[in-house]
């Protein structure tokens, strides 16, 4: 009896350990399960917080690429152009060189070009230099619109072929011209005076420097420069180490008195009415600033036979001149006849007056002028 009791109770014990081992591998695997359910939980959080602080491949390539784009975007005004001041022209040394890019594109977005950059090169601010003589044409080109300008260099190679374009004439004066006087009455009137003007302008300036005529004289003239620059700002003028527009200059320098010849660079561009409502403009800003101011107009010179482009020609610059004298009477100014001592038989330029075969004055043609100025002068 005692026996079948011992072997009841030991039955009872294994059984109850059994039981107790499979409650506590079901509690640890539960436990297992619970901890790398979290482990997974941790895991996902994680990969969330950083993808929040670091935002993931894809999305960074799309941060990159748009910000490379905006970087790189061309922000230009819709409404620019390309424009060059001339349709063709002619360079008359090695060296010279025409200012030829007026267009609102800015030059950093132009690409510039020479067919053949042995007879001409163009910079990147459009300035074309002349290399070897020949013809050809140079282009300007942006956002898939280009145009050209047909260039000349003529001239028989030789040494003193590095004589630029804007380098005063040193040939001996044609003997037919009187000397400028040189008057002391004559040139006191152009202590307190200024001149405004393009390259032609410049060739006068370059003369008096040399001759010392009109002294005191105030040359505030710039190549290529025109009516329309003056009045849009697209170009200012040097003074002082300052870019400033010529009424500011004006009222700085404290001039009394302001010769303008401009026209050479516009015709092409604004036709001769555009072009005398842009002295209009010029000419009120200017009177605005500066009430006490006398403005004398200088009439524009003539081109030489042959060499005409586009609406640069004798016959245009003389309706211009007429019309010039015109807006010159109805305000009040002074008109000045430059253009007509200078011409030919053929009313052109005359050659022994021209320095480059196109339009600018020699030495000759810059006496001529002078000379003009001071009998002016001397009836003021």
């Known amino acids: 009896m005692k026996v079948k009791i011992s072997i009841l109770l030991l039955t009872l014990v294994v059984f109850i350990s059994f039981v107790l081992s499979s409650c506590s591998a079901s509690v640890d695997e539960s436990g297992d399960s619970s901890q790398s359910s979290t482990k997974v939980e941790d895991v996902a959080d994680q990969m969330d917080t950083d993808k929040n602080n670091n935002p993931d491949e894809k999305e960074t390539d799309k941060v990159l690429d748009d910000t490379t784009k905006e970087e790189t975007t061309i922000l230009v005004d819709p409404n620019a152009y ?21 267009g609102t594109v800015p030059v950093e977005y132009v690409t510039f070009s020479s ?19 020949g013809n050809t ?9 280009k145009i050209g300008c047909d260039v000349r260099c003529k001239w028989i190679p030789g040494p003193n072929d ?36 393009d390259s032609i302008s410049m060739m006068l300036r370059n003369r ?28 200012l003028l040097n003074y002082q ?25 516009d015709l092409n561009i604004y036709g001769i009415d555009g072009t005398i409502e842009n002295w209009r403009i010029l000419t009120q800003r200017i009177k605005a600033k500066s009430p006490d101011v006398t403005i004398y107009v200088q009439s524009m010179s003539p081109v030489l036979t042959g060499a005409e482009s586009g609406k640069l020609n004798n016959t245009t610059i003389d309706e211009y001149n007429v019309k010039l004298k015109a807006f010159a009477d109805s305000n009040g100014f002074d008109y000045i006849d430059i253009a007509t001592s200078l011409k030919d038989s053929t009313n052109g330029l ?5 320095s480059d075969s196109f339009v600018h004055v020699s030495a000759a043609g810059a006496d001529v002028w002078i000379r003009i100025l001071e009998e002016f002068a001397e009836n003021h």
């Open 137 to 145: 044409v140079v282009y300007a080109e942006f956002n898939g619109k």
């Open 208 to 235: 008096c420097t040399k001759t010392g005529d009109l002294p005191g004289a105030l040359f505030l003239v710039q190549g290529s420069y025109g009516a329309g620059h003056a009045v849009n700002g697209t170009m």
């Open 241 to 265: 180490g300052q870019k400033l527009s010529p009424e500011d200059v004006i009222v700085r320098s404290g001039v009394k008195k302001v010769f303008i010849m401009l026209g050479m660079n």
């Open 82 to 102: 390309l424009e060059f001041n001339r349709e063709d022209f002619t360079l008359s040394s090695k060296g010279a060189y025409w200012d030829l890019y007026t």
């Open 162 to 197: 590095t004589i630029d374009q804007t380098t005063p004439d040193t040939s001996t004066p044609n003997t037919s011209v009187s000397k400028p006087s040189g008057n002391s009455q004559a040139s006191g009137f152009f202590s307190d005076a200024a001149f405004i003007g």
């Open 350 to 354: 005359a050659p022994e007056y021209c």
């Open 115 to 133: 067919d053949d950059d042995n007879i001409v090169t163009i910079d990147n601010k459009g300035r074309v230099t002349g290399i070897n003589p």
